[in-house]
């Protein structure tokens, strides 16, 4: 199976939505706003009738489409979808005045309505963000138009868009997850390079599984893919276009020297990753394009697991240089190092978030394993999760939400993706064809 | 009665293969095909200079402390016994597979593997085998020899893996 990137086109064509409404009364001064924040957050409750379908061969796409809008608000755990059997209210034209007062009663905060067109192969989508108490539009109605068989991204579009204009956040939903599948015995695993919809959706495999491959990233633009595979025999960085789906090693690298725990730099044109020559491993950087390759860190001791801030002027990694795993920061272009990492236990996996603002990382303590979050200078660690075995955390592109791997105890013991909000909130399995591990999440879309 | 019997001697031979399986199966490395019966393509465990005699009687396998790379004192007697063996099998050459427990990060424990399979080829140079006979590889976690979740199998885990080969060497 294979997917090719489809054409999605924003119109920005704003159809003066305000004007088409009369007579709008405005029972509230305060507009819809939810903040997040990092206390306990009371779902907001929206109703998002089924979107109508303008001609009948929109029917299917209109129902569908609808669906994934309303699953991607709830995945967020910050919205609760109100039944549609509980609406007093029908939406059965695009246009019509919305009626307040019956989405005020059934405590609708946010109504959602939109249509769907379809014209060939193409589908046009165009929907309305209401506040219902403050009875007036949110932003102006959108229209989207794309292939038919983009109804997915079409659907994401949208639910960022809601999730935007009531948040104040960038949304997430029109991204892709690489990560690894994987089959067979704990002994004996298969392990193959395979993307997905954020969502789990549009499942596409890269690699077979001949050779184990292990902790892919994608680049900033998100139209390559950098991860460590034993095709040659041993562990090498391999660097693979994603459209086209052909692959190359990152550089000749003489036998015997494994290098693995690839990551794009900042700005896309270089990746840095750990080489291992003699049983030590240290951090490197070389251009995509090729060049020279540059040596960052230069120790004893095990040097791995690099990240950027998003600015590019600094690198997170880890590092057993003490006597076990910790978390340093250092210059990008080399200099003096500062451990972050304060707390007992051994830190792994830094990742700085899109955001700038906290690293993400890994920290296994007396026997658990836990994926946590702490401002860049190392202070207001807070852990997220606790199991047998987490590790390895992404970020969402708004820095807001993570994924990373939890793997079961025990002979049957597997590996799946979770995600959990910065809050530590929401904990969900996301839905994978099998097992899965070392998730890592594309940017926005273009 | 006689029924009882037989099932009694089914689970007996049944638990006999097992045992058997599990201990006397030889290895190449815990990533190749075990191939049984001891006149296999390991050749017997009688002949000195088999493979198997190498794998079984010498030790193709050192076990290594929580997080460490450090040779202790046992893993030293089978290393010496592994160089001993390797310097009067000249045409043979070794690749050192180094393994960690699932307790790590996926990456960390690929670097700590690597450190294992060197601490082992190290040693072994240092008892004379030529550098130039030795490779070394790392499987990190990947690749556990025993699946349970606990220090049992854990210990099994942490290891470095002796595979010889006859190639051309490095």
Same mark, same amino acid.
């Given at each position: 199976m294979l997917l090719t990137r489809r054409s999605l086109i924003r119109s920005a064509s704003v159809f003066a939505a305000a004007a088409t409404l009369p007579g709008l009364v405005r029972a509230q001064t305060r507009p819809l706003r939810l903040e997040i924040t990092e206390g306990v957050i009371e779902p907001l409750p929206f109703a998002i009738p089924s979107f109508i379908a303008r001609n009948g061969a929109a029917a299917d796409a209109a129902?569908?489409?609808?669906?994934?809008?309303?699953?991607?608000?709830?995945?967020?755990?910050?919205?609760?979808?109100?039944?549609?059997?509980?609406?007093?209210?029908?939406?059965?034209?695009?246009?019509?005045?919305?009626?307040?007062?019956?989405?005020?009663?059934?405590?609708?905060?946010?109504?959602?309505?939109?249509?769907?067109?379809?014209?060939?192969?193409?589908?046009?989508?165009?929907?309305?963000? *209401?506040?219902?108490?403050?009875?007036?539009?949110?932003?102006?109605?959108?229209?989207?138009?794309g292939t038919r068989d983009g109804w997915r991204r079409m659907a994401h579009n949208v639910a960022d868009q809601v999730y935007e204009r009531i948040t104040g956040e960038t949304?997430? *939903?029109?991204?892709?997850?690489?990560?690894?599948?994987?089959?067979?015995?704990?002994?004996?695993?298969?392990?193959?390079?395979?993307?997905?919809?954020?969502?789990?959706?549009?499942?596409?495999f890269l690699t077979d599984s001949r050779s184990i491959v292990m902790a892919p990233r994608f680049s900033p633009t998100g139209d390559r893919i950098i991860?460590?595979?034993?095709?040659?025999?041993?562990?090498?960085?391999?660097?693979?276009?994603?459209?086209?789906?052909?692959?190359?090693?990152?550089?000749?690298?003489?036998?015997?020297?494994?290098?693995?725990?690839?990551?794009?730099?900042?700005?896309?044109?270089?990746?840095?990753?750990?080489?291992?020559q003699g049983g030590n491993t240290d951090i490197y950087r070389v251009p995509v394009s090729g060049g020279a390759r540059s040596q960052l860190t230069n120790a004893p001791s095990i040097e791995t697991a690099p990240s950027f801030s998003p600015d590019g002027s600094r690198m997170v990694f880890e590092s057993d240089r003490t006597g076990g795993q910790q978390i340093y920061v250092m210059p990008a272009g080399g200099g003096e190092v500062q451990r972050i990492s304060r707390g007992s236990g051994r830190y792994g996996t830094p990742v700085w978030s899109p955001r700038g603002d906290y690293i993400a990382f890994t920290k296994q303590e007396r026997g658990r394993f836990h994926i946590g979050?702490?401002?860049?200078?190392?202070?207001?660690?807070?852990?997220?999760?606790?199991?047998?075995?987490?590790?390895?955390?992404?970020?969402?592109?708004?820095?807001?939400?993570?994924?990373?791997?939890?793997?079961?105890?025990?002979?049957?013991?597997?590996?799946?993706?979770?995600?959990?909000?910065i809050s530590g909130r929401n904990l969900q399995r996301v839905a994978t064809p099998g097992m899965a591990s070392d998730p890592s999440w594309s940017p926005r879309l273009p | 009665m006689t029924m009882s019997l037989r099932a009694t001697a089914l689970i007996l031979t049944a638990a006999m293969a097992l045992s058997a399986c599990a201990q006397g199966g030889l290895r190449g490395g815990d990533d190749a095909i075990n191939l049984n019966g001891a006149q296999g393509a390991f050749g017997s465990v009688s002949d000195p200079s088999s493979i198997a005699y190498f794998n079984q009687i010498v030790g193709d396998r050192v076990l290594f402390a929580v997080d460490q790379s450090t040779i202790n004192a046992s893993a030293m007697a089978v290393l010496d016994g592994q160089a001993e063996w390797l310097m009067t099998n000249p045409e043979f050459t070794a690749l050192v597979e180094g393994h960690a427990d699932e307790q790590g990060t996926r990456e960390y424990n690929l670097a700590l593997g690597a450190r294992r399979a060197a601490a082992v080829r190290d040693y072994l140079v240092s008892r004379g085998v030529a550098p130039n006979r030795i490779n070394t590889i790392s499987f990190g976690k990947e690749r556990p020899l025993e699946i349970c979740s606990d220090e049992s199998c854990y210990s099994q885990n942490r290891r470095a893996v002796t595979v010889l080969g006859t190639g051309a060497g490095v």
């Amino acid at each position: 199976m294979l997917l090719t990137r489809r054409s999605l086109i924003r119109s920005a064509s704003v159809f003066a939505a305000a004007a088409t409404l009369p007579g709008l009364v405005r029972a509230q001064t305060r507009p819809l706003r939810l903040e997040i924040t990092e206390g306990v957050i009371e779902p907001l409750p929206f109703a998002i009738p089924s979107f109508i379908a303008r001609n009948g061969a929109a029917a299917d796409a209109a129902a569908d489409i609808t669906r994934v809008i309303a699953a991607d608000l709830r995945g967020t755990g910050l919205f609760r979808q109100i039944p549609d059997s509980a609406h007093i209210s029908s939406v059965t034209n695009f246009d019509a005045p919305i009626l307040y007062p019956d989405w005020q009663a059934i405590n609708a905060q946010a109504l959602i309505v939109g249509e769907v067109e379809q014209q060939g192969g193409r589908l046009i989508v165009r929907f309305r963000l *209401f506040d219902v108490f403050s009875q007036q539009p949110l932003g102006d109605g959108l229209q989207f138009v794309g292939t038919r068989d983009g109804w997915r991204r079409m659907a994401h579009n949208v639910a960022d868009q809601v999730y935007e204009r009531i948040t104040g956040e960038t949304g997430y *939903f029109d991204t892709r997850v690489v990560f690894v599948h994987e089959e067979g015995p704990k002994n004996a695993r298969l392990k193959r390079l395979a993307l997905m919809d954020y969502d789990g959706a549009n499942v596409q495999f890269l690699t077979d599984s001949r050779s184990i491959v292990m902790a892919p990233r994608f680049s900033p633009t998100g139209d390559r893919i950098i991860y460590t595979s034993y095709e040659s025999g041993q562990p090498r960085v391999y660097i693979m276009d994603v459209a086209s789906v052909s692959r190359r090693p990152l550089e000749a690298v003489s036998a015997g020297n494994m290098t693995f725990s690839p990551r794009f730099t900042a700005d896309g044109g270089s990746v840095v990753f750990s080489m291992e020559q003699g049983g030590n491993t240290d951090i490197y950087r070389v251009p995509v394009s090729g060049g020279a390759r540059s040596q960052l860190t230069n120790a004893p001791s095990i040097e791995t697991a690099p990240s950027f801030s998003p600015d590019g002027s600094r690198m997170v990694f880890e590092s057993d240089r003490t006597g076990g795993q910790q978390i340093y920061v250092m210059p990008a272009g080399g200099g003096e190092v500062q451990r972050i990492s304060r707390g007992s236990g051994r830190y792994g996996t830094p990742v700085w978030s899109p955001r700038g603002d906290y690293i993400a990382f890994t920290k296994q303590e007396r026997g658990r394993f836990h994926i946590g979050v702490m401002r860049t200078n190392g202070s207001e660690e807070r852990l997220l999760t606790a199991s047998f075995l987490d590790e390895g955390p992404t970020w969402a592109p708004n820095g807001r939400v993570l994924m990373f791997t939890r793997e079961t105890a025990g002979a049957n013991g597997a590996p799946a993706v979770y995600s959990v909000d910065i809050s530590g909130r929401n904990l969900q399995r996301v839905a994978t064809p099998g097992m899965a591990s070392d998730p890592s999440w594309s940017p926005r879309l273009p | 009665m006689t029924m009882s019997l037989r099932a009694t001697a089914l689970i007996l031979t049944a638990a006999m293969a097992l045992s058997a399986c599990a201990q006397g199966g030889l290895r190449g490395g815990d990533d190749a095909i075990n191939l049984n019966g001891a006149q296999g393509a390991f050749g017997s465990v009688s002949d000195p200079s088999s493979i198997a005699y190498f794998n079984q009687i010498v030790g193709d396998r050192v076990l290594f402390a929580v997080d460490q790379s450090t040779i202790n004192a046992s893993a030293m007697a089978v290393l010496d016994g592994q160089a001993e063996w390797l310097m009067t099998n000249p045409e043979f050459t070794a690749l050192v597979e180094g393994h960690a427990d699932e307790q790590g990060t996926r990456e960390y424990n690929l670097a700590l593997g690597a450190r294992r399979a060197a601490a082992v080829r190290d040693y072994l140079v240092s008892r004379g085998v030529a550098p130039n006979r030795i490779n070394t590889i790392s499987f990190g976690k990947e690749r556990p020899l025993e699946i349970c979740s606990d220090e049992s199998c854990y210990s099994q885990n942490r290891r470095a893996v002796t595979v010889l080969g006859t190639g051309a060497g490095v």
